[in-house]
């Protein structure tokens, strides 16, 4: 038996769009709670999935588009939907169905909260959350960056279809010594991870490196840097929502320093 409950705080540090609970991201679970005290006092809400012990097997979170890294006038942004375990061939097989039932649930919640529809994201294969799922739900592809497509479906005759912030996501590069940037607002889990990280590995290199870390929480801050969370190594931008190892990401810096000799 699944139950769809309404949201209880504790329930955030779980799991985000692209894994469940996985020990590695414990540390960027601080800057969760913190993302999360600064959103609930801006729409925070959130759906969960219970098992029949009462487990979190399964979570949608969603905030006003308004504190969201999408312009549009009236939604709900999804931030991350996620189901426990369902990559893993052990999965118990009855969970089928939850994600969806996770969907309806929000967009039900945003209906009586005077929506007039509901955005989402999702990336193109080979990420899981993919953006083909909510399409076979009833979203409509609205706008495209990179491998990212944000989708939506309209819950009022007169809602019109949202696109992603406009603009490049600024880069920092400098002949002298290698520049780390990492855009940070806290939600996701592997971001989180991954700030931490590089902020940990610059200071490993001291002066050799120049650390940005730049706070994403805020519209206004979206909008400057046309992103929530992205990171960089002089300009070029690693891979999003993959958790990469201390000894690769040491590899990396490693080797900006090696091409200035």
């Given at each position: 038996?699944?139950?769809?409950?309404?949201?209880?705080?504790?329930?955030?540090?779980?799991?985000?769009?692209?894994?469940?609970?996985?020990?590695?991201?414990?540390?960027?679970?601080?800057?969760?709670?913190?993302?999360?005290?600064?959103?609930?006092?801006?729409?925070?809400?959130?759906?969960?999935?219970?098992?029949?012990?009462?487990?979190?097997?399964?979570?949608?979170?969603?905030?006003?588009?308004?504190?969201?890294?999408?312009?549009?006038?009236?939604?709900?942004?999804?931030h991350s939907i996620w189901?426990?375990?369902?990559?893993?061939?052990?999965?118990?097989?009855?969970?089928?169905?939850?994600?969806?039932?996770?969907?309806?649930?929000?967009?039900?919640?945003?209906?009586?909260?005077?929506?007039?529809?509901?955005?989402?994201?999702?990336?193109?294969?080979?990420?899981?959350?993919?953006?083909?799922?909510?399409?076979?739900?009833?979203?409509?592809?609205?706008?495209?960056?990179?491998?990212?497509?944000?989708?939506?479906?309209?819950?009022?005759?007169?809602?019109?279809?949202?696109?992603?912030?406009?603009?490049?996501?600024?880069?920092?590069?400098?002949?002298?010594l290698p520049v780390?940037?990492?855009?940070?607002?806290?939600?996701?889990?592997?971001?989180?991870?991954?700030?931490?990280?590089?902020?940990?590995?610059?200071?490993?290199?001291?002066?050799?490196?120049?650390?940005?870390?730049?706070?994403?929480?805020?519209?206004?801050?979206?909008?400057?840097?046309?992103?929530?969370?992205?990171?960089?190594?002089?300009?070029?931008?690693?891979?999003?929502?993959?958790?990469?190892?201390?000894?690769?990401?040491?590899?990396?810096?490693?080797?900006?320093?090696?091409?200035?000799?």
């Open positions: 038996m699944i139950t769809i409950a309404d949201w209880d705080a504790s329930e955030l540090n779980t799991g985000c769009c692209s894994v469940s609970y996985d020990k590695r991201l414990k540390p960027g679970y601080g800057l969760k709670r913190y993302w999360a005290k600064k959103m609930l006092s801006n729409g925070l809400r959130a759906k969960v999935a219970l098992n029949e012990y009462r487990q979190t097997i399964g979570m949608v979170e969603y905030t006003p588009i308004q504190v969201a890294p999408a312009e549009g006038v009236g939604f709900y942004f999804i189901v426990e375990g369902v990559s893993s061939p052990t999965r118990n097989l009855s969970w089928k169905g939850i994600g969806a039932a996770l969907l309806s649930a929000c967009e039900k919640d945003a209906l009586d909260h005077g929506a007039k529809g509901v955005v989402a994201w999702g990336w193109k294969p080979p990420h899981r959350m993919r953006y083909t799922w909510f399409k076979r739900q009833g979203y409509r592809v609205a706008d495209k960056r990179e491998n990212r497509i944000l989708v939506w479906k309209s819950l009022s005759d007169d809602a019109e279809a949202p696109s992603w912030l406009r603009g490049d996501v600024p880069t920092y590069f400098s002949p002298e780390i940037t990492v855009y940070v607002s806290g939600q996701c889990l592997i971001m989180n991870h991954r700030f931490l990280q590089l902020r940990q590995i610059a200071a490993e290199f001291g002066d050799e490196v120049q650390f940005n870390g730049v706070a994403t929480l805020d519209k206004q801050a979206m909008r400057r840097c046309c992103t929530m969370d992205a990171s960089f190594i002089d300009g070029e931008r690693l891979p999003d929502c993959v958790i990469l190892s201390d000894e690769e990401l040491r590899k990396l810096v490693k080797k900006a320093l090696k091409k200035r000799g």
